[in-house]
């Protein structure tokens, strides 16, 4: 497990912010623990096995910062517990938290069975609300303020065919943000979500590998391009920095105009 930097004092190692994220081992959920090591954040990366964080792990950025891989089944009450128990014991009280785990599900309506309905809605929506739950429980109890950024979507905020239970699991996302944020204003818990229009990560560069369907999710963008994780990690590093210390509440689309038509 990598440690902290050569030469840190002890007061310098105090004062590193501190950062569970889930969902780590590739893609977005890798940009978001890239770009908070970057910001100088130490980590408790997530995902359903630790052993698929390896690759993290040996990310330089990554790899300068204090670290903790740890499995986590959003789908497990016992596991979201242990997991953030876990992060909190290794890395001492958590001054951020990144729903960024999810499943993602193209099926029409008539054929979503029962099972698929609640594997999303529970990776998705009622894992993310009960590991904030914890989150928010613990900062209170200390008296410390901190923040959850949630990973949410364009499809929370628009309709489109082919897509129901993963959209309807991303407005319940969106909808949940506006609720914890009230609610732990007076506590200084700042509560915000990030949604992107399609991210050109390598699983979804494979999805879109096919000309006609990459010329369909362009022309939906009014930028004509897609985003990249990298810029969605900065929009996370963006509203858990001090420079978002008056948001909170709110869902940053980032999706080269999608959502303003």
């Known amino acids: 497990m990598p440690g902290t930097s050569p030469g840190m004092t002890g007061r310098e ?22 770009g908070l090591a970057q910001a100088g954040y130490d980590l408790a990366l997530t995902d359903l096995d630790a052993a698929m964080l390896k690759d993290a792990l040996k990310q330089p950025d990554i790899a300068k910062r204090k670290t903790v891989a740890i499995s986590l089944d959003l789908r497990s009450q016992d596991s979201i517990k242990a997991a953030f ?15 960024n785990a999810g499943r993602a599900l193209l099926r029409p309506v008539v054929d979503v069975s029962e099972a698929e309905w609640d594997d999303v809605i529970g990776i998705n929506l009622k894992g993310a609300f009960f590991l904030s739950q914890l989150f928010g429980r613990a900062n209170i109890a200390a008296s410390r303020p901190g923040a959850i950024v949630s990973m949410a979507s364009t499809h929370g905020m628009t309709g489109i065919a082919g897509r129901s239970v993963y959209g309807i699991s991303k407005a319940g996302l969106i909808q949940m943000t506006r609720m914890l944020a009230i609610e732990w204003a007076d506590r200084n818990i700042r509560v915000n979500a990030v ?11 494979q999805m879109l590998s096919d000309p006609v369907a990459r010329k369909n999710a362009l022309a939906r963008i009014p930028s004509g391009r897609f985003a990249t994780p990298e810029e969605i990690a900065a929009a996370v590093v963006y509203l858990a920095s001090d420079g978002a210390a008056s948001v909170t509440g709110h869902t940053l689309p980032v999706d080269g105009g999608l959502t303003a038509i």
């Open 195 to 205: 949604a992107p229009t399609t991210v050109m990560t390598e699983s979804r560069q």
């Open 13 to 34: 190692i105090a004062q590193m912010p501190t950062a569970l994220v889930t969902g780590t081992s590739t893609g977005l959920g890798l940009a978001i623990a890239i």
């Open 85 to 99: 128990d876990t992060a909190w014991k290794e890395l001492g009280p958590l001054d951020l938290l990144v729903n």
